[in-house]
């Protein structure tokens, strides 16, 4: 069966130009790095290409009007979305050739091709239904869930473990109790986008209980991420016991990030997938993987990488001590960790109970 990579090298047309963090070759120099540490080829990781999400795709989530306008924008090819997601000339074949990339491991994993697949040029979880935003043109997590359910899916779990909160996944489902979204991010008093991404933020209505906010200190370490993924996301995952699983895999809460203020090493992200590959063998989940955010070189291909080979159950070359002691990092969480977690546990169990 194997782990399917959705890639196009059409993916470098999304890049918001010079000086902007999100550029075109993230993904081609992502790939390099992967091919360096012995995760492509036969038998290991497969390639498969997508093709552009069509309009009523986009629409099944954002409005008409939106996507109209980016179309009309993408003509004319300057101005802005907003001040952090500038236009270029074709970003609506950009933002839709990304997308149908998500739309692509999304097929691939529901007709049963295999049991987990992935498109690093997506997770972009910012995007309102009516606006793009913080780097992200259109919700693609919010797009191929809204899809799923519409294809019969019965439960989602969405996790975010991005640097920054995932707030327009959090909005698109938060009155639902078929999408159970949750989010490891900087504390959003101190990180875009400020405005939510708070533990009391729990849903509303039939939502009520199936949204799940872990902000996480802005000097957080390993053991402050290893420490609260392991309270929550195996209890989570087992309680809700989800169809499919979308990992918004983003990388930029790396020490070596220049968008985020974590201090996680690969150690994190290794620990977090190898939970996640060893919860999810042997139960019909099936498994959705969503790049996100990671501007820094060679650090977000080893990011990414050490991720894919985990779900792929392959060795790599990726030397994640070396990285860890680099980082830096703690014995003991913090002890405000502790609390965010101790906050948040009676609410999982509130989730068993359903
Ligand atoms: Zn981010």
Not at 16 to 21: A, D, L, M
Not at 144 to 149: A, D, F, G, Q, Y
Not at 226 to 248: C, G, K
Not at 275 to 284: D, F, P
Request: proline share 5%; net charge negative.
């Amino acid at each position: 069966m194997g782990l399917a990579l959705v890639y196009t090298d059409e993916y470098r047309r999304l890049d918001f130009g010079p000086g902007h963090p999100m550029r075109g070759d993230r993904y081609e120099r992502a790939m390099a790095v992967f091919r360096e540490k012995g995760l492509l080829g036969e038998g290991k990781v497969t390639i498969e290409s997508p093709r552009p999400a069509s309009f009523e795709e986009l629409t099944s989530f954002h409005t008409t009007e939106y996507v109209k306008r980016v179309q009309a924008l993408s003509k004319i090819g300057s101005g802005s979305i907003t001040p952090d997601t500038p236009i270029f000339p074709g970003i609506y074949e950009a933002g839709a050739i990304s997308v149908g990339g998500s739309i692509k491991a999304m097929e691939l994993v529901l007709d049963g091709a295999y049991p987990a697949a992935g498109n690093l040029c997506g997770g972009w979880h910012h995007a309102f239904a009516e606006t793009g935003r913080g780097f992200c043109i259109f919700n693609d997590i919010a797009i191929i869930v809204t899809l799923m359910l519409q294809r019969g899916v019965g439960r989602v779990m969405v996790l975010d473990i991005d640097a920054h909160h995932g707030d327009g996944t959090q909005r698109a489902f938060y009155r639902r109790n078929d999408v159970l979204t949750v989010s490891f991010h900087q504390d959003p008093r101190t990180l875009y986008p400020f405005a939510s991404g708070f533990v009391d933020e729990a849903g509303e209505g039939d939502g009520l209980g199936y949204n799940f906010n872990v902000p996480m200190p802005p000097d957080a370490k390993d053991a402050d991420f290893i420490y609260a993924f392991d309270a929550l996301v195996p209890a989570l995952l087992e309680s809700y016991r989800p169809d499919v699983l979308v990992l918004q895999m983003g990388v930029d809460g790396h020490c070596s990030g220049i968008v985020s203020h974590l201090s996680y090493s690969l150690k994190s992200y290794d620990h977090a997938s190898r939970v996640l590959a060893e919860l999810l063998r042997g139960t019909h989940t099936k498994l959705i993987f969503l790049g996100g955010g990671g501007f820094v070189h060679p650090t977000l291909g080893l990011g990414w990488g050490v991720q894919i080979a985990n779900f792929a159950g392959i060795p790599s070359d990726i030397d994640v001590e070396a990285d860890a002691r680099n980082c830096g990092n703690r014995h003991e969480p913090l002890a405000l960790v502790k609390r965010t977690v101790d906050a948040l546990l009676p609410r999982v169990e509130g989730l068993q109970r359903k």
